[in-house]
């Protein structure tokens, strides 16, 4: 069927979101207790046109615009009560905020495709790919600090600007053809990643801004990276069927950080060829009993805000840094699965090294940073089972439920090595109830268990239910949502790490209890598009 079809979808989201969050810390001698209140004022607005165009059984064009901008002011404040650790005395107090008085995060996109299928079992794809974001923020960040009695000790006043301009090109070929009773995939893809980020920070003194130039910097980052993969399929007679592949990559990366006043300029520069197997082989018992072995490797590169080495403050005694100098995470994994008709039992173990995670660390005497950095290596294994069941014609219900064995073998330094392990679960439930009037409920929840976090902290149990209702009309045109999520506000963080002469307690919340309401109209033939886009980059942004 030959033709012209075009879609596309429209969102806006408005209105302010809060979160409450805070840390108490003991750091040398003193301890200080830090509540935050978070609002959000940003607004949203997205949107995508998909174009496409069969010129015959056998090609077809395509073409997918996006468009995400995120706009808006935002405010925190913070009050830092500082004491003495041992008689608890209240020496001062820090009233700190962070006026973003502007933020952005637009990002733009394009996607050209071209596919063919000549015969049965044989396809070719190309595909071009294009992203632009364009970001930044300013901020006025008052900190005062006050004595017991009221009286000001000292009253600063900064002011940040930064600016983030990343492009993103990728093209890629994919093909399959049948080979020896068997399916054989190939492709080739090249991406290239050119970021621009500036970043000034001001002390502010009787109105005129002062610019910090140790502080100040510039950060560009280029990335380019050449990948080829081949996947091979085959069935070993009726029961028995395997797929191995490879994947290779090559990479280039060259991160310049340059200072205003030019004293710490740093580069980072690499090159680098990772290959990547994989393997899947999978033994069909009977018609409802399957046995699958797979083994998988990866590599995970870092987001591009985590490479931006601006210093983002919560007050002048905590922030929040980037890293340039992270490497890619790169992860094993081997699992061995059972399947049953709604059963399914699997068995896995991953070797992660160059393991990356966000720490706590101190800065001075009194100060904390937060910083994403690789750490060390992690393992983890994993028995998962989830299981289907149909309580009644009217009601469905899924049940999954894991448990896993964590070991963090991790160091800030040489001086401050981690050895941590431990088990923990996680169990979650959802139910289908198709009520009177063709109405359907959704009731869902999860339950996580006490657990080691990403680096040395331990996270506290947490949870959350859901329920949602929803209902269509004149022939599934019309679709009305009203859903409640977490119910019972159970859903936050809480964890707390330490290591020799530091203690740190972290919690918050935000607003995950909502009430959303959706109506959905949908016109025209609904048309499932064939063509998926393997633009992984911008999931980096």
């Known amino acids: 069927e030959t033709g012209f079809s075009l879609s596309g979808n429209y969102n ?99 996607n050209l495709y ?216 790169k992860n094993h994994k081997v699992a061995l699965t059972y399947s049953h008709n709604r059963t399914a039992i699997t068995a896995s173990y991953s070797y992660m090294k160059d393991y990356k995670a966000q720490i706590t660390d101190t800065l001075s005497v009194n100060k904390v940073i937060m910083t994403p950095r690789n750490i060390g290596k992690q393992q983890r294994a994993s028995l998962t089972l989830y299981q289907g069941i149909n309580i009644a014609r009217w009601w469905e219900m899924n049940l999954n439920l894991i448990g896993y064995y964590v070991k963090n073998d991790i160091a800030f330094d040489q001086y401050r090595k981690f050895d941590l392990d431990g088990f923990a679960g996680i169990f979650s439930i959802n139910n289908t109830v198709r009520l009177p009037w063709q109405i359907q409920m959704e009731l869902n929840g999860s339950y996580v268990t006490k657990r080691i976090g990403a680096s040395n902290e331990y996270i506290d149990p947490s949870g959350y239910v859901d329920i949602g209702f929803s209902k269509s009309f004149a022939n599934k045109r019309w679709t009305v949502n009203l859903a409640m999520s977490d119910i019972f506000w159970t859903s936050r963080w809480d964890n707390y790490s330490s290591f020799s002469g530091f203690q740190l307690w972290n919690w918050g919340k935000s607003e995950s209890r909502q009430i959303k309401l959706n109506i959905t109209y949908r016109f025209g033939k609904q048309k499932a598009s064939s063509h998926t886009s393997n633009f992984n980059e911008i999931d980096r942004l």
Do not use: C
């Open 114 to 329: 071209y596919m063919a299928t000549p015969k049965e079992g044989v396809s070719y794809n190309l595909d071009f790919n294009y992203a632009w974001f364009d970001g930044g923020s300013g901020n006025w960040q008052p900190n005062k600090y006050v004595s017991p009695d009221g009286s000001v000790l000292k009253d600063n006043l900064y002011k940040s600007v930064n600016s983030r301009d990343i492009n993103i090109y990728a093209v890629s070929y994919d093909q399959k053809h049948p080979l020896w009773n068997g399916e054989l995939k190939s492709g080739l893809k090249f991406s290239s990643v050119n970021a621009d980020n500036g970043y000034q920070f001001y002390n502010v003194d009787n109105g005129q801004k002062i610019i910090d130039k140790s502080q100040s910097n510039d950060f560009r980052y280029k990335e380019k990276i050449l990948a080829g993969y081949i996947l091979y399929s085959h069935s070993l007679g009726d029961k028995i069927s395997m797929e191995a592949g490879l994947r290779g990559e090559y990479t280039f990366s060259d991160g310049l950080l340059h200072t205003i006043d030019g004293d710490d300029d740093e580069n980072n520069k690499s090159n680098y060829f990772n290959v990547f197997p994989t393997f899947n082989l999978n033994y069909q018992v009977n018609d409802s009993h399957a046995l699958t072995l797979s083994y998988a490797s990866r590599i995970d590169r870092p987001a591009y805000q985590d490479l931006n080495p601006f210093e983002y403050l919560l007050d002048e005694l905590s922030y929040w840094k980037g890293n340039p100098f992270l490497t890619p995470q």
């Open 12 to 110: 806006h989201a408005f209105g302010y979101y809060n979160m409450d969050y805070g840390m108490h810390r003991i750091q040398e001698g003193k301890g200080y207790y830090s509540p935050t209140q978070d609002t959000d004022k940003r607004k949203t607005i997205s949107g995508n046109l998909n174009m496409e165009y069969v010129l015959n059984d056998k090609h077809l064009i395509g073409a997918r615009i996006d468009a995400n901008t995120l706009f808006g002011p935002g405010q925190t404040n913070t009050v830092t009560e500082i004491r003495d650790a041992n008689t608890m005395e209240l020496e001062q107090i820090l009233y700190a905020s962070n006026d973003y008085y502007t933020q952005k995060g637009n990002r733009y996109g394009g």
